[in-house]
């Protein structure tokens, strides 16, 4: 019988453990006189200045180890397959190291989304954005200090649609990629996830690497792989040739339209939002 009760007991102490968080506020001033938000803004400059930092290097290195004007190896460096993982690597590290002092966006269409789903204020989400495009063009800017002789000529890890793709599979590349990846935000740092599967460990950072590991295998070949304004804007600024600016417009309305479309997704579809809305708003008319 004791038992029984404190099945019964445990039983609902488990159907009670979860509660969403409040929605956060459109427009906080009171974050503008907190250290805190001043650390998460240096913390999101220092991880996007990191990112660009190893990624841009990495796809520079790649395509001089296989310059046949250099008689490299066409079969040779790191591949297709090691550039995905610089940038997968680079976001589980990253995110794994600034999840609990900013949220570990280090993305600006992760932030987009994360604002639309009322996660984050308009002024977080804005100030994040401007370290974040910061952050990636001094990135950019120690890869051409350190790599003078070949960033330009290896055009700079700069995003550009590759010959032989219309502007509207780009852009639709664009779109599905950082739908991909900021579903796999949402979903790997769901608190309700992690109070019903408590029993299951999950390493939030590690699915949201291996999201953009696998779209980098996907879409490296249609336009490089953006999915993230700030990483495209930053090699766009520091390369500045015609080519990385001709259709850079897609590096931004993608991802948005993207991270929108996952954002609503998530909340109103899977987590039911706009059914509880309208529940809420029913028994409001009754009263």
């Known amino acids: 019988m004791a038992k029984d009760t404190g099945v019964r007991e445990q039983g609902s102490y488990s159907a009670k453990d979860y509660q ?26 220092i991880a996007t200045l990191l990112f660009l930092y190893i990624t841009v290097l990495t796809v520079i290195g790649y395509k001089s180890q296989t310059d046949p004007l ?7 460096g790191v591949g297709i397959l090691g550039i995905a993982w610089a940038f997968g690597g680079m976001i589980f590290v990253l995110v794994y190291c600034t999840a ?36 990636a063009i001094c990135g950019v800017g120690l890869v051409k200090l350190f790599q ?8 700079g890890g700069a995003n550009e649609l590759a010959a032989g793709y219309s502007v509207g599979t780009g852009l639709g590349a664009e779109i599905i990629g950082t739908f991909v ?13 992690s109070a019903r599967d408590s029993h299951v460990p999950v390493l939030a950072p590690l699915p949201i690497g291996f999201a953009v590991f696998m779209v980098h295998l996907a879409t490296i070949p249609v336009t490089g792989t953006g999915i993230n304004p700030a990483r495209s804007l930053g090699a ?48 409001s008319t009754h009263v």
């Not at 990846?181 to 996830?193: G, M």
């Open 100 to 135: 609990g002092i900013s949220g570990g966006h280090i993305n600006p269409a992760v932030t987009f989304g994360l604002f639309l789903a009322r996660k984050v204020s308009l002024i977080r989400a804005v100030m994040y954005m401007v370290a974040q495009c910061l952050g």
């Open 236 to 283: 766009a600024v520091i390369y500045n040739q015609d080519k990385a600016w001709h259709d850079h417009w897609i590096f931004w309305v993608g991802p948005f339209i993207g991270a929108a479309c996952a954002a609503f997704y998530h909340q109103f579809i899977l987590r039911a939002g706009a059914v509880k809305a309208l529940g809420s708003f029913r028994s």
């Open 20 to 45: 969403d968080p409040p929605p956060a506020p459109l427009v906080d001033p009171e974050e503008l006189g907190k250290w805190s938000f001043y650390r998460a803004l240096i913390a999101e400059f």
């Open 148 to 155: 003078k002789s070949y960033y330009d000529r290896y055009g």
């Open 70 to 76: 250099k008689k490299g190896d066409a079969c040779g």
């Open 181 to 193: 990846l900021v579903y796999t935000v949402f979903s790997a740092t769901d608190p309700k996830r």
